[in-house]
């Protein structure tokens, strides 16, 4: 129940296209969820993060779109650039313990 | 703001050896730090939470004995790897969170990790 389903585990998309990655999760105590973005090498850093109060939160080009009643939220990455290739990782956490369950990850890769 | 580091930022060593890494919040006081471990191409999997001033919480499957941490100041803490073995070659990744900061919620801030290699 503590689990975060990913997908796709990699996604290739060409440069300026949308990049969309998703996340399930099953326990609905779960009330934070942020979005890690980790290049080879480094430690993940916060990319965005909502909480189920709202349904979407945008952030420049990052968008997170979250679906309580179907537990799935995703990340939208628009007019994706070659920097933008990285791993990306989707996590929830419960208010008040700020333990993260981390999905699997996102290998995204942006041609030009 | 909000930098975490970590020392070293790779280290090999021989098996039967032990080796300490330190994790440090540079510009703020973290109430609460993680130890998280992640193999090639998977996820992080937490090993441990550790609160300033009192003994850490490891993860179900984590050895305490083999994986020693100390969080002695709001600043720093410490994992040691005692008597490493090959299995125990990962990328080991620290982070760091303080609950009083009102704008954030539960924000963890990571730091940059270390490449253990037991030969």
């Known amino acids: 129940q503590q689990q975060v389903k990913q997908s796709p585990q990699s996604l290739i998309v060409q440069k300026g296209g949308i990049s969309i990655i998703n996340c399930a999760y099953e326990?609905?105590?779960?009330?934070?969820f942020p979005w890690y973005q980790q290049f080879p090498g480094k430690g993940p850093a916060l990319l965005i993060a909502?909480?189920?109060?709202?349904s979407e939160k945008k952030e420049g080009r990052f968008t997170i779109s979250f679906n309580k009643s179907a537990k799935q939220f995703s990340l939208h990455i628009m007019d994706s650039q070659p920097g933008d290739s990285a791993t990306y990782f989707c996590?929830?956490?419960?208010?008040?313990?700020?333990?993260?369950?981390f999905g699997t990850g996102t290998r995204l890769t942006i041609i030009p | 703001g909000a930098v975490v580091s970590q020392h070293p930022s790779w280290v090999i060593c021989k098996s039967g050896t032990s080796v300490k890494i330190e994790c440090r919040s540079l510009?703020?006081?973290?109430?609460?730090m993680f130890w998280y471990r992640q193999f090639p191409k998977q996820s992080l999997m937490l090993m441990a939470t550790?609160?300033?001033?009192?003994?850490?919480?490891?993860e179900q499957g984590v050895e305490k004995d083999k994986f020693l941490i100390n969080h002695a100041s709001l600043t720093l803490s410490t994992l040691t790897v005692t008597s490493a073995h090959p299995e125990d070659s990962s990328f080991y990744i620290c982070?760091?969170?303080?609950?009083?900061?009102?704008?954030?919620?539960?924000?963890?801030?990571f730091g940059p990790g270390t490449r253990l290699t037991v030969l």
């Open positions: 909502i909480r189920p109060d709202v």
């Open positions: 510009d703020f006081q973290a109430t609460t």
């Open positions: 996590a929830a956490s419960i208010g008040g313990n700020e333990k993260l369950t």
């Open positions: 550790s609160n300033e001033g009192s003994k850490a919480t490891y």
């Open positions: 982070s760091a969170s303080y609950s009083a900061r009102p704008s954030s919620y539960n924000e963890q801030f």
């Open positions: 326990n609905t105590a779960f009330d934070y």
